[in-house]
């Protein structure tokens, strides 16, 4: 009890500061995300965009005397404009030939807290370097792991040949002690041969041993050659799925568009990226953001600063990911699109609005979704046949959804026999259509 | 005497040579020369102990082990800006215009992300409807040649723009002022806005007089229907120093002048073949080379249908036709007579006096005479419907053709030759051309500019030429996209674009609008002619790349000209939009009524024959042509359409005459040697001189070849002073280094001989013949030639013929009766057909899905070659050259099967007999001489896709099975390579990929997928295969699924049309066809089940999923069925 007041109080000073810390922290959040929200597509907190730096526009209205109009120009800029009350809301509206959006549904706390938000925006240090993406995994480090592995062999070599040497030279002072003869003259070879010989059984069991665990790992990996499930090359710019399909909900066909036309989903064009990156300009969603839509820029020749194309392109060489041997044609097409496979992206690609930069999922990832949106759990690595020949063996397929399935239909009623075969366990599957066949993919 | 008809493929086959029987018992011709690789000098390089073997074979392994640990990072770059109509993986098609100076062709080309990779003709608009021959097709393989000038030269250096165009506006300028000679020499221009541009840019060079444009039609002076401005039609030529000459390397010059003085007009009229039921052909290849052949090819297989047509009438046009040499056209004739080069005045004589009874006295022979007055009958039973045409560019002949044809009735509208609307091409004034020629020869001429022509090349005093070319006094200027023997000669290159980089207006024929539209950016630092020549006129500045000074030109010439004459569109944007999308469009045109003026016709002496004991014919064939593409290696790896020899120029002679030149008599091994082409039997050579020129060449013995004529192919000979044209110019070695074959001096050989130098100007025009010697050179020479490779040893029953009579009158039976096999079943024998008998249980294609099935038309089907190129084209099919063609190694996955036909037995042992006999005449008039005049099958011969395939059953890995679409897949990444596949094919149309063609030594000059420019025309929608693997015809099955698709995505079935395969897409003449069989509406479900539909090799029971349409000729006697019931035939025993 001796201590109970002052555990009260200092309960009561840990709820204050807790609430205190919380209190900013909630509010500058607040005032963060409400500014992504509303007015990040047109200001940014420190440089001028397609509407003026928002930094220190409170001061400025407070300057001009006209520190409540502010909330009134937020909530409506061309009325107060037109008003005829406030001269700096027409300074102002003169900033650039498009209007101001009005965002009526603000009310003046959370106006406030994204002024404040944007007063409180400290210019990011330049030399900050991209570096890792938020799932952690950038880049593939094959080489590290076998130079350990290297540097360990002699290492321990090294040891061995160390201790071997020292026992040696033991076994002959205890030798010479003994005053027992050592046959100094045999070979290396012959010394070997007769240690096999005295432990045939060892050595033999540990040649099957070996040959019997190398073979099997040989095998393993052999089976992995050219297996491309979760492979994740680097890429030029540190392009975040994450973000773009994830956070933001962009649909997968907006950049890869030609996935419903064509063999290829596509890679984005670099013009395709600017339809939003002429004005987002720049990004703290992550350390090196910006730079990396700097990268964006460089590739469409954009001068972020003055808003114009220099005309000056370089293309971006991305590492291709997904990669199929060239004997094999993937149609997209066939998949994807609605009238065809209608299959989700999903099956294929796995959760990619998880991801960062563009990988090749996993089986067990995928399986993790089976269920949803028709996508059905298999069994073998990605990318191999035996993956794409276990969904052709699975996937039903709607004869009735277009006149070329009700044709094909049809002319299989006119054969009811084989008509029976393959529907017999109620559902005709791509494999019972051909889909099994060399000629579909190989040619 | 029996009237049994045996086939062959070429004089070996007739005679069962020796060498013959033992490869056609081989599945495969396989065997290397060891002798010759043992011997080969080069074997030093490539010593290879035991040892070495194991050090390889140890570091291979380890290679591979390493080489699969890694994952290769491959860099896919997406466009910056993507062009809106590019879908990456999607086919674009653009309609265009193909035009050489030569040939004339509405094209449709397919491009690739920018990429042009397939050509093929247009069928929905334009003049040709679709007629392309193998250069056009092959074309788009001339855009990536990599000895393509990159930029302009001046005096054999790389150049700039800027220097060239102040240099040369300076040097025209200072010549122009003295009063100096400048002239521009060009191949026939059917472009209207370039004839304006050239004469603008003459003019801006000096004031000249000019000549009013009258009207061709009411002879009134022209005006411009815009500014009402008088219009000039060019430039007094005699008087001015500034001229425009036009030179076309084969002429039709004489006929232009004959027209000129029976009709008053210096025209070509416009043929419509379709219209004739009778054509008599005096050597005028009008299938692959003559005029418009691409229009006359589709229009004549129109005629050439046996079956009922829509109005109810049944007819085939009935062909004669008069050669030397034999050409396409010739083959496919009803009737066909060898003559002499000399005697086509006599023939023509001989026709006119039999159709008009005007008789000018020639002598002719009994033989010829005969064929003249049967051919002259058949024109005067179908007066109005018939049409004579002579090849000759001699006006006395043409004035005799046109008598001919007016005594016939056959000019007029909507006649077989309609004189009123006549043709651009060919406008060439041999004349002038010979003017020009001495003038610049004796130093005459002060500027030359050559646009198109390689006069250096094809004159016939081209040598003369070129030293005039390079004298430094005369500023000399080409236009060439190659530094080739003409432009390597003139001080400065302005190379222009080729011709999937260029805009261009063509009026082929009057009222015929067409456009060439570009592909491709340009791939160099070129500049299109037109827009050099503005720029020198100073009528345009130098613009970059994306120059669109010459389009705008052509956008504004064509308001002011041919959008007022339109049909069909009110405002020119709507006309200019649709004429490029469509290619071409037509306007209206005034009819007028051309006069004959009974032009006196020539003197008998005139036309006299030679007495010469040889005569040689200068002549093009199909694939090569005039010569402008002797580098294309597609167009060297087509088999010739006759000869089926490939990367060669060779003399073609009769046998008989070989028979006596070379002393080959009896039966003894002598008669062997140089006779029969096979992989190590060479060929004799022969020096062949006229006047002073003397070519050495190979002889290939050509049935159906007058006597004491001999061929020698045009095109060939290029790049003699090593001029850089393309590396499969040049001949390569015979062993695997792949080197140039080079002369004494270490000089590069080109490809045979120019036999431009036999041609001769006489009377103004180009003579393509002349009196010859031929001797022989006591040297050999392999040719590579494919006739007798994948022979089908005893299996004749592949041909069904029959004449046109029998399928009017006639029963299917009768010509096309189902094969009947003898079976045994319970101790009695009975006949059954053989389609219900198998081995197998059905494979389950009929009504399932799709049953993918072609009809190949054998009576439609000339032969031409078109469908090899595009099949080699859209599958990637690897050039091989020739010494692999040697070895019959050939990868075309189609081939096309040239069968020789003539009358058994008893002829051949009378003619062995006559052949014995003391002063034989050679009789023409006998027909059935076997190898004299023998009649010709093409037969197109692919995979057949049979539900039955010999070749499933047999493979070990399971690499080829059979889809339930009825296609015999081919899995390659499964391929072992025992070839037991090919083994068991029965229509021998597998081939093994022997090489890494992309990468071995052996093909660096001639295979375009070793050139990184070249290889830029690869299909990417079809594997490139590897060494190792069995490869053949997969019916296009990326086009297939392509087809299946886009019908998927439009919710419909598929349709004809859908999916078509490369060869039926390309066939002028819709001789193949493709479609889905199980659907009862298809076009290929009604051919096959018509009446002259029938499977090869039926008997063997492999039910393949391809139907040949028996092959019907208008000839009176139908020809007996090589066998129809197979039971009793010999070889049967074997199955």
Same mark, same amino acid.
């Given at each position: 009890?001796?201590?109970?007041?002052?555990?009260?109080?200092?309960?009561?000073?840990?709820?204050?500061?807790?609430?205190? @810390?919380?209190?900013?922290?909630?509010?500058?959040?607040?005032?963060?995300?409400?500014?992504?929200?509303?007015?990040?597509?047109?200001?940014? /907190?420190?440089?001028?965009?397609?509407?003026?730096?928002?930094?220190?526009?409170?001061?400025?209205?407070?300057?001009?005397?006209?520190?409540?109009?502010?909330?009134?120009?937020?909530?409506?800029?061309?009325?107060?404009?037109?008003?005829?009350?406030?001269?700096?809301?027409?300074?102002?509206?003169?900033?650039?030939?498009?209007?101001?959006?009005?965002?009526?549904?603000?009310?003046?706390?959370?106006?406030?807290?994204?002024?404040?938000?944007?007063?409180?925006?400290?210019?990011?240090?330049?030399?900050?370097?991209?570096?890792?993406?938020?799932?952690?995994?950038?880049?593939?480090?094959?080489?590290?792991?076998?130079?350990?592995?290297? @540097?360990?062999?002699?290492?321990?070599?090294?040891?061995?040949?160390?201790?071997?040497?020292?026992?040696?030279?033991?076994?002959?002072?205890? /030798?010479?002690?003994?005053?027992?003869? !050592?046959?100094?003259?045999?070979?290396?070879?012959?010394?070997?041969?007769?240690?096999?010989?005295?432990?045939?059984?060892?050595?033999?069991?540990?040649?099957? @041993?070996?040959?019997?665990?190398?073979?099997?790992?040989?095998?393993?990996?052999?089976?992995?050659?050219?297996?491309? /499930?979760?492979?994740?090359?680097?890429?030029?710019?540190?392009?975040?799925?994450?973000?773009?399909?994830?956070?933001?909900?962009?649909?997968?066909?907006? %950049?890869?568009?030609?996935?419903?036309?064509?063999?290829?989903?596509? !890679?984005?064009?670099?013009?395709?990226?600017?339809?939003?990156?002429?004005?987002?300009?720049?990004?703290?969603?992550?350390?090196?953001?910006?730079?990396?839509?700097?990268?964006?820029?460089?590739?469409?020749?954009?001068?972020?600063?003055?808003?114009?194309?220099?005309?000056?392109?370089?293309?971006?060489?991305?590492?291709? /990911?997904?990669?199929?041997?060239?004997?094999?044609?993937?149609?997209?097409?066939?998949?994807?699109?609605?009238?065809?496979?209608?299959?989700?992206?999903?099956? %294929?690609?796995?959760?990619?609005?998880?991801?960062?930069?563009?990988?090749?999922?996993?089986?067990?990832?995928?399986?993790?979704?089976?269920?949803?949106?028709?996508?059905?759990?298999?069994?073998?690595?990605?990318?191999?046949?035996?993956?794409?020949?276990?969904?052709?063996?699975?996937?039903?397929?709607?004869?009735?959804?277009?006149?070329?399935?009700?044709? @094909?239909?049809?002319?299989?009623?006119?054969?009811?026999?084989?008509?029976?075969?393959?529907?017999?366990?109620?559902?005709?599957?791509?494999?019972?259509?051909?889909?099994?066949?060399?000629?579909?993919?190989?040619? | 005497?029996?009237?049994?008809?045996?086939?062959?493929?070429?004089?070996?086959?007739?005679?069962?040579?020796?060498?013959?029987?033992?490869?056609?018992?081989?599945?495969?011709?396989?065997?290397?020369?060891?002798?010759?690789?043992?011997?080969?000098?080069?074997?030093?390089?490539?010593?290879?102990?035991?040892?070495?073997?194991?050090?390889?074979?140890?570091?291979?392994?380890?290679?591979?082990?390493?080489?699969?640990?890694?994952?290769?990072?491959?860099?896919?770059?997406?466009?910056?800006?993507?062009?809106? $109509?590019?879908?990456?993986?999607?086919?674009?098609? &653009?309609?265009?215009?193909?035009?050489?100076?030569?040939?004339?062709?509405?094209?449709?080309?397919?491009?690739?992300?920018?990429?042009?990779?397939?050509?093929?003709?247009?069928?929905?608009?334009?003049?040709?409807?679709?007629?392309?021959?193998?250069?056009?097709?092959?074309?788009?393989?001339?855009?990536?040649?990599?000895?393509?000038?990159?930029?302009?030269?001046?005096?054999?250096?790389?150049?700039?723009?800027?220097?060239?165009?102040?240099?040369?506006?300076?040097?025209?300028?200072?010549?122009?002022?003295?009063?100096?000679?400048?002239?521009?020499?060009?191949?026939?221009?059917?472009?209207?806005?370039?004839?304006?541009?050239? &004469?603008?840019?003459?003019?801006?060079?000096?004031?000249?007089?000019?000549?009013?444009?009258?009207?061709?039609?009411?002879?009134?002076?022209?005006?411009?229907?815009?500014?009402?401005?008088?219009?000039?039609?060019?430039?007094?030529?005699?008087?001015?120093?500034?001229?425009?000459?036009?030179?076309?390397?084969?002429?039709?010059?004489?006929?232009?002048?004959?027209?000129?003085?029976?009709?008053?007009?210096?025209?070509?009229?416009?043929?419509?073949?379709?219209?004739?039921?009778?054509?008599?052909?005096?050597?005028?290849?009008?299938?692959?080379?003559?005029?418009?052949?691409?229009?006359?090819?589709?229009?004549?297989?129109?005629?050439?249908?046996?079956?009922?047509?829509?109005?109810?009438?049944?007819?085939?046009?009935?062909?004669?036709?008069?050669? =030397?040499?034999?050409?396409?056209?010739?083959?496919?004739?009803? =009737?066909?007579?060898?003559?002499?080069?000399?005697?086509?005045?006599?023939?023509?004589?001989?026709?006119?006096?039999?159709?008009?009874?005007?008789?000018?006295?020639?002598?002719?022979?009994?033989?010829?005479?005969?064929?003249?007055?049967?051919?002259?009958?058949?024109?005067?039973?179908?007066?109005?419907?018939?049409?004579?045409?002579?090849?000759?560019?001699?006006?006395?002949?043409?004035?005799?053709?046109?008598?001919?044809?007016?005594?016939?009735?056959?000019?007029?509208?909507?006649?077989?030759? $309609?004189?009123?609307?006549?043709?651009?091409?060919?406008?060439?004034?041999?004349?002038?051309?010979?003017?020009?020629?001495?003038?610049?020869?004796?130093?005459?001429?002060?500027?030359?500019?050559?646009?198109?022509?390689?006069?250096?090349?094809?004159?016939?005093?081209?040598?003369?030429?070129?030293?005039?070319?390079?004298?430094?006094?005369?500023?000399?200027?080409?236009?060439?996209?190659?530094?080739?023997?003409?432009?390597?000669?003139?001080? &400065?290159?302005?190379?222009?674009?080729?011709?999937?980089?260029?805009?261009?207006?063509?009026?082929?024929?009057?009222?015929?609008?067409?456009?060439?539209?570009?592909?491709?950016?340009?791939?160099?630092?070129?500049?299109?002619?037109?827009?050099?020549?503005?720029?020198?006129?100073?009528?345009?500045?130098?613009?970059?790349?994306?120059?669109?000074?010459?389009?705008?030109?052509?956008?504004?010439?064509?308001?002011?000209?041919?959008?007022?004459?339109?049909?069909?569109?009110?405002?020119?944007?709507?006309?200019?939009?649709?004429?490029?999308?469509?290619?071409?469009?037509?306007?209206?045109?005034?009819?007028?009524?051309?006069?004959?003026?009974?032009?006196?016709?020539?003197?008998?002496?005139?036309?006299?024959?030679?007495?010469?004991?040889?005569?040689?014919?200068?002549?093009?064939?199909?694939?090569?042509?005039?010569?402008?593409?002797?580098?294309?290696?597609?167009?060297?790896?087509?088999?010739?359409?006759?000869?089926?020899?490939?990367?060669?120029?060779?003399?073609?002679?009769?046998?008989?005459?070989? &028979?006596?030149?070379?002393?080959?008599?009896?039966?003894?091994?002598?008669?062997?040697?140089?006779?029969?082409?096979?992989?190590?039997?060479?060929?004799?050579?022969?020096?062949?001189?006229?006047?002073?020129?003397?070519?050495?060449?190979?002889?290939?013995?050509?049935?159906?070849?007058?006597?004491?004529?001999?061929?020698?192919?045009?095109?060939?000979?290029?790049?003699?002073?090593?001029?850089?044209?393309?590396?499969?110019?040049?001949?390569?070695?015979?062993?695997?280094?792949?080197?140039?074959?080079?002369?004494? $001096?270490?000089?590069?050989?080109?490809?045979?001989?120019?036999?431009?130098?036999?041609?001769?100007?006489?009377?103004?025009?180009?003579?393509?013949?002349?009196?010859?010697?031929?001797?022989?050179?006591?040297?050999?020479?392999?040719?590579?030639?494919?006739?007798?490779?994948?022979?089908?040893?005893?299996?004749?029953?592949?041909?069904?013929?029959?004449?046109?009579?029998?399928?009017?009158?006639?029963?299917?039976?009768?010509?096309?009766?189902?094969?009947?096999?003898?079976?045994?079943?319970?101790?009695?024998?009975?006949?059954?057909?053989?389609?219900?008998?198998?081995?197998?249980?059905?494979?389950?294609?009929?009504?399932?899905?799709?049953?993918?099935?072609?009809?190949?038309?054998?009576?439609?089907?000339?032969?031409?070659?078109?469908?090899?190129?595009?099949?080699?084209?859209?599958?990637?099919?690897?050039?091989?050259?020739?010494?692999?063609?040697?070895?019959?190694?050939?990868?075309?996955?189609?081939?096309?099967?040239?069968?020789?036909?003539?009358?058994?037995?008893?002829?051949?042992?009378?003619?062995?007999?006559?052949?014995?006999?003391?002063?034989?005449?050679?009789?023409?008039?006998?027909?059935?001489?076997?190898?004299?005049?023998?009649?010709?099958?093409?037969?197109?011969?692919?995979?057949?896709?049979?539900?039955?395939?010999?070749?499933?059953?047999?493979?070990?890995?399971?690499?080829?099975?059979?889809?339930?679409?009825?296609?015999?897949?081919?899995?390659?990444?499964?391929?072992?390579?025992?070839?037991?596949?090919?083994?068991?094919?029965?229509?021998?149309?597998?081939?093994?990929?022997?090489?890494?063609?992309? $990468?071995?030594?052996?093909?660096?000059?001639?295979?375009?997928?070793?050139?990184?420019?070249?290889?830029?025309?690869?299909?990417?929608?079809?594997?490139?295969?590897?060494?190792?693997?069995?490869?053949?015809?997969?019916?296009?099955?990326?086009?297939?699924?392509?087809?299946?698709?886009?019908?998927?995505?439009?919710?419909?079935?598929?349709?004809?049309?859908?999916?078509?395969?490369?060869?039926?897409?390309?066939?002028?003449?819709?001789?193949?066809?493709?479609?889905?069989?199980?659907?009862?509406?298809?076009?290929?479900?009604?051919?096959?089940?018509?009446?002259?539909?029938?499977?090869?090799?039926?008997?063997?029971?492999?039910?393949?999923?391809?139907?040949?349409?028996?092959?019907?000729?208008?000839?009176?006697?139908?020809?007996?069925?090589?066998?129809?019931?197979?039971?009793?035939?010999?070889?049967?025993?074997?199955?």
């Amino acid at each position: 009890m001796k201590f109970h007041w002052t555990n009260r109080l200092r309960v009561a000073t840990f709820i204050t500061v807790l609430t205190f @810390l919380a209190a900013i922290p909630v509010k500058a959040q607040d005032g963060k995300s409400l500014f992504k929200a509303n007015c990040a597509s047109c200001h940014k /907190a420190l440089k001028n965009s397609t509407g003026p730096m928002l930094q220190g526009a409170k001061a400025r209205w407070t300057d001009a005397g006209e520190a409540d109009n502010i909330y009134k120009w937020v909530k409506d800029p061309v009325g107060l404009a037109n008003s005829g009350t406030s001269p700096y809301a027409v300074q102002i509206s003169e900033y650039s030939p498009t209007a101001m959006t009005a965002q009526g549904h603000l009310t003046n706390e959370e106006i406030d807290a994204i002024l404040d938000y944007a007063d409180n925006v400290k210019p990011v240090a330049k030399t900050a370097v991209a570096s890792s993406d938020v799932d952690g995994k950038d880049g593939q480090e094959e080489g590290g792991a076998l130079l350990w592995i290297i @540097l360990l062999i002699v290492v321990f070599s090294v040891v061995i040949f160390a201790a071997r040497g020292v026992r040696k030279q033991l076994a002959y002072v205890v /030798a010479e002690k003994e005053g027992e003869e !050592i046959e100094l003259n045999k070979s290396i070879k012959e010394k070997l041969g007769e240690w096999i010989v005295r432990n045939w059984k060892f050595t033999t069991i540990a040649f099957v @041993l070996l040959a019997v665990t190398g073979g099997a790992d040989l095998m393993k990996r052999g089976f992995q050659v050219g297996v491309y /499930a979760d492979y994740k090359p680097s890429q030029p710019i540190n392009y975040s799925h994450k973000l773009h399909a994830g956070e933001m909900g962009i649909d997968c066909k907006y %950049c890869h568009n030609s996935a419903e036309k064509s063999k290829h989903a596509g !890679i984005p064009t670099v013009n395709v990226c600017m339809n939003c990156h002429e004005n987002v300009v720049e990004s703290d969603y992550r350390l090196g953001s910006t730079e990396n839509i700097a990268k964006i820029h460089a590739a469409a020749g954009y001068d972020s600063e003055t808003r114009k194309y220099t005309g000056n392109t370089s293309p971006i060489v991305w590492n291709k /990911a997904h990669n199929l041997p060239d004997h094999v044609f993937f149609s997209h097409a066939q998949h994807v699109n609605t009238k065809t496979g209608n299959i989700d992206c999903k099956q %294929c690609h796995g959760n990619v609005p998880t991801y960062g930069l563009g990988r090749v999922s996993t089986t067990e990832e995928i399986n993790q979704l089976a269920g949803t949106d028709g996508i059905i759990p298999l069994t073998k690595p990605l990318l191999t046949m035996g993956w794409c020949l276990e969904c052709h063996n699975e996937k039903a397929v709607d004869l009735t959804k277009s006149d070329y399935y009700k044709e @094909l239909h049809g002319r299989l009623k006119s054969r009811p026999d084989f008509l029976r075969k393959i529907s017999e366990d109620d559902k005709i599957t791509v494999r019972e259509l051909g889909g099994w066949e060399c000629a579909k993919c190989h040619y | 005497m029996s009237m049994k008809k045996t086939y062959w493929k070429g004089l070996d086959e007739k005679d069962q040579s020796p060498e013959f029987v033992q490869n056609s018992n081989k599945e495969f011709r396989e065997d290397l020369s060891v002798d010759e690789f043992i011997g080969s000098e080069a074997i030093g390089d490539f010593q290879t102990g035991r040892r070495d073997f194991l050090k390889f074979l140890g570091f291979g392994v380890a290679a591979a082990t390493l080489a699969s640990c890694e994952t290769p990072v491959i860099k896919s770059i997406p466009y910056v800006n993507k062009p809106e $109509d590019v879908t990456p993986g999607v086919a674009n098609w &653009y309609a265009s215009t193909f035009y050489d100076g030569n040939d004339y062709s509405n094209i449709l080309v397919k491009a690739r992300e920018g990429r042009p990779i397939w050509v093929k003709g247009n069928k929905d608009f334009g003049l040709t409807k679709g007629g392309i021959t193998p250069r056009i097709g092959a074309s788009v393989l001339n855009l990536y040649n990599s000895d393509r000038l990159r930029g302009p030269v001046k005096s054999g250096e790389p150049s700039e723009w800027s220097v060239v165009d102040a240099e040369v506006k300076g040097k025209l300028k200072d010549i122009a002022a003295n009063g100096g000679k400048i002239r521009l020499m060009s191949n026939t221009v059917i472009s209207p806005t370039t004839q304006k541009i050239m &004469y603008d840019f003459l003019d801006s060079l000096a004031p000249v007089q000019r000549v009013a444009r009258f009207d061709a039609i009411t002879g009134q002076p022209m005006y411009d229907p815009e500014t009402g401005e008088q219009l000039f039609d060019g430039i007094e030529m005699n008087e001015s120093d500034v001229e425009r000459v036009e030179y076309d390397a084969t002429s039709y010059s004489a006929m232009r002048k004959a027209n000129e003085e029976s009709f008053g007009y210096r025209s070509l009229p416009t043929y419509d073949f379709s219209l004739a039921r009778v054509v008599v052909s005096i050597d005028a290849d009008f299938m692959a080379n003559w005029l418009m052949h691409t229009k006359y090819n589709v229009d004549f297989a129109e005629t050439r249908k046996p079956e009922k047509r829509e109005d109810g009438e049944q007819w085939m046009s009935k062909h004669f036709h008069f050669e =030397s040499v034999m050409s396409l056209t010739g083959a496919n004739a009803d =009737s066909r007579c060898p003559i002499k080069p000399s005697e086509q005045g006599a023939v023509a004589a001989a026709i006119l006096k039999y159709v008009t009874g005007k008789d000018l006295g020639v002598a002719v022979s009994d033989e010829i005479d005969a064929y003249a007055a049967k051919a002259a009958d058949k024109l005067k039973e179908h007066k109005g419907q018939s049409l004579v045409v002579a090849g000759a560019n001699d006006k006395g002949i043409q004035l005799i053709v046109n008598e001919i044809n007016h005594a016939l009735n056959n000019y007029g509208t909507g006649k077989t030759i $309609d004189l009123n609307k006549e043709i651009y091409l060919k406008n060439a004034d041999d004349a002038k051309v010979e003017e020009l020629v001495n003038d610049v020869v004796g130093g005459k001429v002060d500027a030359l500019l050559i646009v198109g022509a390689n006069p250096v090349y094809s004159l016939p005093n081209g040598d003369a030429f070129g030293e005039a070319l390079a004298n430094e006094n005369m500023l000399s200027v080409s236009f060439s996209e190659f530094a080739d023997e003409t432009a390597s000669k003139c001080t &400065y290159i302005c190379p222009d674009h080729n011709y999937l980089e260029s805009w261009q207006d063509m009026s082929p024929s009057l009222g015929e609008y067409a456009i060439q539209q570009p592909v491709i950016r340009p791939l160099f630092d070129t500049r299109q002619m037109q827009e050099t020549l503005l720029v020198w006129s100073g009528k345009a500045e130098r613009a970059d790349k994306e120059s669109k000074t010459y389009y705008n030109y052509i956008r504004e010439f064509s308001k002011k000209w041919f959008f007022p004459t339109s049909k069909d569109y009110s405002t020119f944007d709507e006309f200019w939009n649709w004429t490029v999308h469509n290619g071409s469009s037509i306007n209206n045109t005034d009819i007028w009524t051309a006069e004959f003026k009974n032009p006196s016709l020539p003197a008998a002496s005139s036309l006299k024959s030679s007495d010469a004991a040889w005569e040689v014919v200068a002549y093009q064939k199909s694939g090569i042509g005039e010569g402008q593409y002797t580098a294309n290696p597609w167009l060297q790896e087509l088999p010739d359409a006759i000869t089926k020899v490939c990367w060669d120029n060779y003399v073609t002679m009769a046998p008989a005459d070989c &028979y006596d030149l070379f002393n080959i008599t009896g039966n003894e091994k002598g008669k062997w040697d140089g006779l029969y082409i096979e992989q190590e039997t060479p060929v004799n050579m022969v020096n062949v001189t006229v006047g002073e020129q003397v070519l050495k060449l190979p002889v290939y013995p050509l049935p159906g070849q007058a006597r004491g004529t001999i061929g020698v192919a045009l095109g060939y000979g290029r790049a003699e002073n090593q001029e850089a044209i393309g590396s499969a110019a040049f001949q390569i070695k015979l062993d695997q280094t792949g080197d140039y074959d080079l002369d004494a $001096d270490g000089n590069k050989k080109p490809i045979g001989g120019n036999s431009y130098k036999f041609t001769s100007f006489v009377n103004g025009s180009i003579r393509y013949y002349a009196d010859a010697d031929v001797a022989d050179a006591n040297e050999k020479y392999f040719l590579a030639c494919t006739q007798t490779h994948h022979t089908i040893m005893g299996r004749t029953s592949i041909l069904r013929e029959t004449n046109l009579e029998s399928i009017i009158s006639g029963h299917k039976d009768d010509y096309n009766p189902a094969h009947e096999l003898h079976v045994h079943t319970k101790g009695h024998g009975e006949h059954v057909n053989a389609t219900d008998v198998s081995l197998w249980d059905e494979h389950p294609v009929e009504f399932v899905g799709h049953r993918w099935g072609m009809s190949v038309d054998l009576t439609a089907c000339n032969g031409c070659g078109v469908c090899i190129v595009a099949c080699h084209s859209e599958n990637n099919v690897p050039v091989v050259g020739k010494d692999e063609i040697r070895r019959a190694r050939d990868l075309h996955w189609l081939r096309m099967d040239r069968y020789f036909s003539s009358i058994d037995d008893d002829a051949r042992a009378r003619w062995e007999k006559d052949k014995r006999a003391e002063g034989n005449d050679w009789s023409y008039a006998n027909l059935e001489v076997p190898e004299d005049n023998p009649s010709v099958v093409f037969m197109p011969m692919m995979c057949h896709h049979c539900n039955h395939a010999p070749c499933e059953t047999v493979c070990p890995v399971a690499a080829t099975t059979h889809s339930n679409e009825g296609l015999n897949m081919m899995a390659y990444n499964r391929c072992i390579g025992t070839r037991y596949c090919g083994n068991n094919c029965p229509y021998k149309v597998r081939r093994f990929n022997w090489f890494n063609y992309r $990468d071995y030594r052996k093909f660096k000059h001639v295979n375009n997928s070793q050139d990184e420019m070249a290889r830029m025309v690869l299909n990417p929608d079809v594997t490139v295969r590897s060494r190792g693997v069995m490869e053949k015809c997969s019916f296009c099955v990326q086009r297939i699924q392509e087809g299946k698709l886009n019908a998927k995505a439009e919710s419909r079935a598929v349709a004809d049309g859908d999916v078509v395969t490369a060869c039926a897409d390309s066939c002028p003449n819709g001789a193949i066809v493709f479609g889905d069989w199980n659907d009862e509406e298809s076009l290929v479900r009604s051919k096959t089940s018509g009446d002259r539909a029938y499977q090869a090799l039926e008997e063997i029971g492999v039910k393949p999923n391809l139907w040949y349409q028996v092959k019907v000729r208008n000839v009176e006697e139908a020809a007996e069925l090589a066998h129809v019931d197979t039971a009793d035939e010999p070889h049967n025993e074997e199955h």
